[in-house]
């Protein structure tokens, strides 16, 4: 023990000089225990000390971590920073001066002018051409399953970003910003080497495998190319439409960035000019009265969004009686608002819209917009029409989608598919009436067919194995299986099988004749309806997709090694099968969450569970840290005020 | 020692059971001291295994604080949320009603509708009037000094928000966002529980202490009122000015958010149209091709930004083609940029400027500008005009303001103020020739009188001591000081008291007679220069204008319960003095910093301190958590390439 004499003596020392206290006491001092041997001082528990040093220990630890991610941004700076400058870079003359051809005569671009600039690109120039046309979901769903290496991949899209839709609302109020929602489709077509061409797609050759593409030159006007393709990806999506209902030019919408920011706008110029010394009662009332036309995610999340903002930001911020004149009124044409979920969603969200004072009107149309009203019609308990006005200087027009115009166009060239609202395309994803395998449509653009009948022959031909003309129910089971394969929608319809069979036997034979079977198969395809026209349809459509482009490019690689024929698309996938995740909705500081079988609502709790699930689904690790960002600056200094 | 026994045998039997180790070894063992006494296996010093163990730390400390403010933003926000509700919010007749009169019988508004919203607002409503016009540095300035309780505050401004102008052109590249460089005025004159008017001055009717204010009407159209007010702070700034170079409408500016917006989409156009198949060469080199106009602290970092984007994004997100034909040019009158620095600075920027390949232009003159091209003029050996042409798509014009219409309005009706380039204020920064402490004037839009000459008959009789209408060396001292007391600019011309009275001393009869000091007056005078134009001088007035405003209301309030006079400027507060606390620019990851005396010029450390700087200068802590984070994202996934 002699090391540690002189440390016990340093102790000593700087205790007080009078007392010696032990270095290892023997039983805790107790203050009754009075003895000659001195005790040291105890050191009384205090609390609050307790408290401050593990709140010290917080935040050295945040500091600590700070300056380890600090530090590792400054080295990632350091060694990011080029000095490198591209020099003579390799393009074909090819690409400087395109050539001319097809029935218009126009430029086709059979080299792109980054096709030669590197090695990788160099490598992929020789590859099959995959154009994709679009720069939604489904396009980024289709990006987000191929492989570098497969593919010669170019992006044909009028936008050079992608937009996370769902969070629109948000962005409308100045939650998040609207910035956090969009990712340029260069960085997600970086990782596949691909090329990017922002333009408009109007037309299609099918016989020479031509897309035309409609690009702007810098007076404002435009140009059009063709550019060659051998598998094509339709991923244009839907436009806004308007239901015939006059006015609505007056009406906004929430279909993209440049939308949400107008939104934005008019409400923040609406609060400012009702702060005004200027402005009348009247007009004050009207300028603060919200209006949206449609119960659906879309004008129930904005609807939520605005009395958040009224809440939180406008309490504090703007002179209260901004705050009293308030009224935000959602029309409804079906009887409950987020009909397309469970019951006891719709409920829940209606009461707490009810406790908000949101003004909720269902069952009634909307008849008229204009600059300073809006009109609609309810009826009343004899079945009479009234009609109703509200002022106001703010419309949402939430409902309705229309064809893009490029979607008519190819359903116009397309046999058997004029006046359709949508590509008809097959259980796999191809567009039908095509050349089969080089065409693909999904989306909003795209409609799986659900017609079982046509499929008739194809179906008795496989299933009456004695060929006896009739179907026996051993026979039945074979054809259940095999409309299940085409038509995966059909599943959940063929679950009973037995109760089917002898449903439709008319005559108790034990057997389906064929004139039996056919009212069978019509009355299935009316009950399949179409998938609806959401981003989690278009996501898992364009992933499916991806996946199979590369299963079709890998097999069709060892096909000609071996001088085999290329494979088909039901050799390699089987077809598509749309799996319903579960729906979600915020409605203001609650969150709703409809799983198929079970439904979820609550407060603070489902609002983080939503937001985590839209911060998982964001595109790229970067959107990711935007939001987060912002969810963070938002709860901590409120909402951004400024009109920009 | 008997309760270290058990600890003792308790180590023992964790370890192995064959060898005991004594508990406090008394020499460190070295391996070659072999021994009967068996040691315990030393651990092997793993280098990894420390880097690995203290990354860990540093991981699970970030993963802790992380977590501690999640929880604490958690509990924020379950605190916040509030049901409150603003029902029958009180407010003034008066207010909704507002009477009219003046010289316009426009409505006066006496009250706002927010004076009697709450107990703060209602006290406040009595105190005098306090109107701010403007919302950029100068008003930030007063709205930081003032002290809550002293005045009825209203700002006055045309954009609902103040714009860290610094950063504007790193906004105008993507590197930071738009939103990160704007603070809403609401939030940062809710501290003083202040009101704010969106609105642009128009007039001014100083006899009855009426501003005529002129507002939007929600359809388009303009309505004007007047506000009173006691006191009157002019902070409207300049607007751009076009020197009288024809085509001016085809370039770029760079002062407000609006300008950096339509430049960032221009660059973006740029890029993308120069990407695609349908350019010719020619056309891609003029698309690729930046001017800008300008070589001082704007230009040169919008050049170097445009600089680092290409070097950064540019490379590895679009064709290399678009890096190799990029052209850069900054045209400069003066023959260095960066002039207004020091020497050393200037050639610094120079040299980096020649390195990164950016085409220096100095001593010339742009002569005209169109769609396409940009016209300038050098001079030759002999003196002959030589013309240059550049094919551009983009030209910032970055020198030059002009007089803002208010203050041109304000110059007209004040006596003796027409023909001025801005208002003229006194060392006080009160208007000459307004109700003297009725209104200031600071930064762009006021001028701080440097007339000596002017006192001359005040500063004679205050010196001449002796009354000989001759001022000895003595009295010259007194001089010295008096006119250091009233024009504080002049300091820094009157260092050399002995010296500059030898040189005037004509007659060397050590007097300076009336008609020797006239001279050296006028002399004085003309060395003195303005101010300069920059965020610096306004946001220094601004805090001395508030200052001085809190402490004339609170002598003000003692005077009144002492039943005397109010106080004036001079009692209350030493004459306005400029401090520059150096000047930094950005120019391609380094900067130059110009501290008086010091010039620090260097890499990346630096623009690291530039950052800081600039970071610590933000009006907010919102903003400061904003542009932190645009600086992270960008750092380490690369700027937005999206065209919004």
Same mark, same amino acid.
């Given at each position: 023990?002699?090391?540690?004499?002189?440390?016990?003596?340093?102790?000593?020392?700087?205790?007080?000089?009078?007392? +010696?206290?032990?270095?290892?006491?023997?039983?805790?001092?107790?203050?009754?225990?009075?003895?000659?041997?001195?005790?040291?001082?105890?050191?009384?528990?205090?609390?609050?000390?307790?408290?401050?040093?593990?709140?010290?220990?917080?935040?050295?630890?945040?500091?600590?971590?700070?300056?380890?991610?600090?530090?590792?941004?400054?080295?990632? &700076?350091?060694? =990011?920073?080029?000095? %490198?400058?591209?020099?003579?870079?390799?393009?074909?003359?090819?690409?400087l001066h395109p050539e001319s051809g097809g029935p218009k005569n126009l430029p086709i671009v059979r080299v792109l002018v980054d096709d030669e600039e590197d090695e990788e690109n160099a490598r992929l120039a020789d590859k099959p051409k995959l154009v994709i046309i679009g720069g939604g979901w489904g396009?980024? #769903?289709?990006?987000?399953?191929?492989?570098?290496?497969?593919?010669?991949?170019?992006?044909?899209? *009028? @936008?050079?970003?992608? =937009?996370?839709?769902?969070?629109?609302?948000?962005?409308?109020?100045?939650?998040?910003?609207?910035?956090?929602?969009?990712?340029?489709?260069? +960085?997600?077509?970086?990782?596949?080497? #691909?090329?990017?061409?922002?333009?408009?797609?109007?037309?299609?050759?099918?016989?020479?495998?031509?897309?035309?593409?409609?690009?702007?030159?810098?007076?404002?006007?435009?140009?059009?190319?063709?550019?060659?393709?051998? +598998?094509?990806?339709?991923?244009?999506?839907?436009?806004?439409?308007?239901?015939?209902?006059?006015?609505?030019?007056?009406?906004?919408?929430?279909?993209?960035?440049? &939308?949400?920011?107008?939104?934005?706008?008019?409400?923040?110029?609406?609060?400012?000019?009702?702060?005004?010394? =200027?402005?009348?009662? @009247?007009?004050?009332?009207?300028?603060?009265?919200?209006?949206?036309?449609?119960?659906?995610?879309?004008?129930?999340?904005?609807?939520?969004?605005?009395?958040?903002?009224?809440?939180?930001?406008?309490?504090?911020?703007?002179?209260?009686?901004?705050?009293?004149?308030?009224?935000?009124?959602?029309?409804?044409?079906?009887?409950?608002?987020?009909?397309?979920? *469970?019951?006891?969603?719709?409920?829940?969200?209606?009461?707490?819209?009810?406790?908000?004072?949101?003004?909720?009107?269902?069952?009634?149309?909307?008849?008229?917009?204009? %600059?300073?009203?809006?009109?609609?019609?309810?009826?009343?308990?004899?079945?009479?029409?009234? %009609?109703?006005?509200?002022?106001?200087?703010?419309?949402?027009?939430?409902?309705?989608?229309a064809m893009n115009p490029f979607t008519k166009r190819v359903t116009d060239i397309l046999p058997n598919q004029v006046h359709k609202k949508a590509i008809v395309v097959d259980a796999h994803l191809r567009v039908k009436g095509a050349p089969l395998g080089d065409i693909y449509a999904l989306g909003d653009?795209?409609?799986?067919?659900?017609?079982?009948?046509?499929?008739?022959?194809?179906?008795?031909?496989?299933?009456?194995?004695?060929?006896?003309?009739?179907?026996?129910?051993?026979?039945?089971?074979?054809?259940?299986?095999?409309?299940?394969?085409?038509?995966?929608?059909?599943?959940?319809?063929?679950?009973?099988?037995?109760?089917?069979?002898?449903?439709?036997? %008319?005559?108790? &034979?034990?057997?389906?004749?064929?004139?039996?079977?056919?009212?069978?198969?019509?009355?299935?395809?009316?009950?399949?309806?179409?998938?609806?026209?959401?981003?989690?349809?278009?996501?898992?459509?364009?992933?499916?997709?991806?996946?199979?482009?590369?299963?079709?490019?890998?097999?069709?690689?060892?096909?000609?090694?071996?001088n085999m024929r290329p494979p088909n698309d039901e050799e390699v996938c089987k077809p598509f099968r749309y799996l319903h995740l579960g729906s979600l909705a915020y409605i203001g500081n609650a969150a709703v969450f409809d799983l198929g079988g079970y439904s979820l609502m609550g407060g603070l709790a489902?609002?983080?569970?939503?937001?985590?699930?839209?911060?998982?689904?964001?595109?790229?690790?970067?959107?990711?840290?935007?939001?987060?960002?912002?969810?963070?600056?938002?709860?901590?200094?409120?909402?951004?005020?400024?009109?920009?």
């Open positions: 023990m002699s090391t540690l004499r002189p440390v016990a003596g340093l102790a000593g020392r700087l205790s007080s000089s009078v007392i +010696k206290p032990p270095l290892f006491p023997r039983y805790p001092r107790f203050p009754h225990f009075s003895s000659t041997l001195s005790t040291p001082p105890r050191r009384p528990f205090h609390r609050t000390r307790l408290v401050a040093r593990y709140a010290a220990y917080a935040c050295l630890s945040t500091a600590f971590g700070v300056f380890v991610i600090g530090t590792g941004i400054l080295l990632h &700076d350091a060694f =990011t920073y080029t000095e %490198k400058h591209a020099n003579r870079v390799p393009i074909s003359p090819l690409a396009a980024m #769903g289709v990006l987000d399953t191929l492989h570098v290496g497969d593919y010669h991949v170019t992006v044909v899209s *009028s @936008e050079t970003f992608t =937009t996370f839709t769902p969070l629109l609302p948000s962005a409308a109020v100045g939650t998040v910003q609207v910035r956090s929602l969009v990712e340029p489709i260069r +960085k997600i077509i970086a990782r596949l080497h #691909g090329h990017f061409v922002q333009g408009k797609a109007v037309d299609l050759v099918m016989s020479e495998r031509l897309l035309e593409v409609e690009t702007k030159t810098y007076d404002g006007g435009t140009t059009n190319v063709y550019i060659p393709y051998d +598998k094509l990806v339709i991923a244009v999506g839907s436009t806004s439409s308007t239901h015939g209902v006059p006015g609505l030019e007056n009406c906004f919408q929430l279909k993209t960035i440049a &939308d949400a920011q107008a939104i934005r706008r008019r409400i923040m110029d609406n609060f400012e000019m009702a702060s005004l010394p =200027t402005i009348s009662p @009247e007009e004050r009332k009207r300028l603060l009265s919200f209006v949206i036309c449609g119960g659906g995610p879309t004008g129930v999340e904005t609807a939520a969004e605005i009395d958040d903002f009224c809440q939180e930001d406008i309490m504090r911020y703007f002179p209260k009686i901004c705050r009293e004149e308030v009224s935000i009124h959602v029309i409804q044409s079906r009887e409950h608002i987020l009909n397309t979920y *469970s019951e006891a969603i719709s409920k829940y969200a209606e009461r707490k819209f009810k406790r908000d004072g949101v003004n909720l009107v269902t069952s009634a149309r909307v008849s008229a917009v204009d %600059k300073e009203t809006v009109t609609y019609t309810t009826k009343d308990r004899d079945g009479k029409t009234v %009609k109703h006005v509200i002022p106001t200087n703010f419309v949402l027009w939430s409902t309705g989608i653009s795209a409609t799986v067919e659900t017609s079982v009948v046509s499929h008739f022959m194809d179906l008795v031909e496989e299933a009456d194995k004695d060929n006896n003309g009739k179907i026996n129910f051993e026979e039945w089971k074979i054809m259940v299986k095999r409309i299940k394969a085409r038509i995966p929608m059909a599943e959940d319809h063929l679950i009973e099988v037995r109760a089917l069979f002898d449903m439709y036997d %008319k005559d108790m &034979d034990n057997n389906l004749s064929l004139n039996e079977l056919v009212p069978l198969l019509q009355d299935l395809e009316k009950r399949l309806t179409a998938l609806p026209a959401t981003a989690q349809v278009a996501s898992q459509q364009g992933k499916y997709i991806g996946k199979k482009l590369h299963k079709l490019a890998r097999r069709s690689q060892a096909a000609q090694l071996n489902a609002m983080y569970a939503w937001r985590s699930i839209y911060w998982n689904e964001q595109v790229s690790a970067r959107t990711r840290g935007l939001l987060m960002t912002d969810w963070i600056i938002r709860g901590v200094w409120g909402r951004d005020l400024s009109r920009l």
